[in-house]
């Protein structure tokens, strides 16, 4: 049996076992994802969209879908070094891709502001839900949020009312818990910022195992007039782990919305992120760092589609690539026919350390207006000996002075997130991971 011919035996059997407590629109999406899945299938290198990133290990794996939402012996403290120490914000906790209420904390939220379990809020207050859920994120070209849909589960509902303020972020931890057999989870986030509404939220992906497992996450992202949203994800995965998500935001007029993305684990890994802006006046921003050792596969392609006018995008995405790891970036611009006054900027830039280290770039800009600012560029190259030897010059030695110039190229990225306590702890977390400098190589 093949993998999709699994997906669709046992997406047989969960119809069934919801049939009773989901509501009926939602059988009816997930029925329509499932029907989308079957018909495309995985993607293969032949797909323009795939050509650099081959997910036959995925297609070829019959993944089972993880169970119950408790580890035994498994305590918050545990959790700490996700968390950060001490943050001061609520956290939702999601183990094998169910909500863990006993390891979850939600601090006291300003009146109306929802944040919780999207399964208890589809059982509890579906009508809240349905206005969203799966409306932006597309099925007809995306084969893995077709599947993320149908087995749709659980994840995060945040729901932020007109004018409402977190002053605290809002964490959303997802830990898979290999049991010994390849597990898959489908962790579908909901964020909707009303009018004038302003938050901060994190995804943190992670494992307490090394088996290979398979985490499929789709995150959607509606944002109303002078919404404000900052959106920070961590993928920490473990490296034997297959990791694909989609983000699919839609904003309206004189939201600002920003996207921080920082990939570090995962064997083979594809982030796809989709901005619509959809009114004027909008401000959105994508910056994203990737380090990739060994045999890594780090994937990602952004899209921002201008559909209206006076808007502007800042978009930044750096690599470090080390051993014989890939790095591929496919971001493109699009703006439309009466979406004068753009102002875009896309950029990126790669630093390889090693002679097999491989990116594949390619920044795009598809302009169907003549009153814009749109600049695109990308860079691959290796630690700037001038600089190197301006260091060492000064006094520095030759290998203090590559790990100076290789943090410093990645905590550029690092220092634009909002959050502190995430901030402060990634920039301890890459004093650990990033390479020393320049793998050995003759004359160098």
């Known amino acids: 049996m093949s993998a999709r011919e699994h997906f669709v035996s046992e997406f047989s059997r969960l119809q069934k076992e919801h049939a009773s407590r989901q509501p009926a629109w939602l059988g009816l999406v997930r029925k329509a994802a499932l029907d989308r899945f079957a018909e495309m299938g995985f993607p293969t290198l032949d797909d323009e969209e795939w050509k650099y990133t081959n997910v036959a290990p995925i297609a070829k794996t019959s993944f089972q879908l993880g169970t119950g939402s408790k580890v035994p012996g498994l305590k918050v403290d545990q959790l700490q070094r996700i968390t950060f120490g001490e943050m001061e914000c609520s956290y939702l906790v999601f183990l094998n891709g169910r909500f863990a209420p006993d390891l979850s904390r939600v601090r006291p939220l300003p009146e109306g502001v929802r944040v919780g379990s999207l399964a208890t809020a589809l059982e509890q207050e579906p009508g809240r839900v349905e206005p969203y859920l799966a409306r932006h994120a597309a099925l007809d070209k995306q084969p893995f949020v077709s599947l993320n849909t149908a087995f749709l589960q659980d994840g995060a509902f945040v729901h932020l009312p007109r004018r409402k303020v977190m002053e605290e972020p809002i964490h959303l931890i997802y830990v898979t818990v290999p049991n010994g057999a390849p597990l898959v989870s489908h962790p579908r986030n909901l964020i909707v910022a009303e009018e004038g509404s302003q938050a901060a939220v994190v995804e943190s992906y992670v494992s307490l195992g090394e088996s290979p497992y398979f985490t499929n996450a789709v ?174 010059s000064r006094g520095v030695g030759r290998e203090d002075a590559r790990s100076l110039l290789i943090h410093a190229f990645a905590t550029d990225l690092i220092s634009r997130i909002p959050v502190k306590p995430v901030r402060t702890g990634l920039e301890c977390l890459l004093m650990t991971r990033l390479p020393v400098g320049i793998e050995h190589r003759e004359g160098i």
Do not use: W
């Open 219 to 392: 995150t959607e992202v509606v944002a109303s007039e002078g919404a404000v949203v900052d959106l920070c994800k961590l993928q920490r995965e473990s490296e034997q782990a297959y990791h694909v998500a989609t983000l699919q935001s839609h904003l309206s007029r004189s939201a600002r919305f920003a996207s921080h993305s920082i990939s570090l684990g995962g064997a083979l890994v594809r982030n796809d992120l989709n901005m619509v802006l959809d009114a004027e006046g909008i401000e959105c921003v994508l910056n994203g760092l990737y380090l990739a050792q060994g045999t890594q596969h780090i994937d990602n392609h952004t899209f921002i589609d201008h559909a209206k006018p006076h808007c502007a995008s800042r978009e930044l995405y750096k690599g470090v690539l080390s051993g014989r790891s890939h790095g591929v970036f496919n971001g493109k611009i699009l703006v439309r026919k009466d979406a004068q006054k753009t102002d875009a900027k896309q950029t990126n830039k790669n630093l390889l350390l090693s002679e097999e280290a491989l990116v594949d770039t390619k920044p795009q800009l598809e302009i169907y207006a003549d009153d814009v600012r749109c600049t695109h560029g990308a860079t691959i190259g290796q630690l700037d000996e001038e600089a190197l030897f301006y260091l060492c």
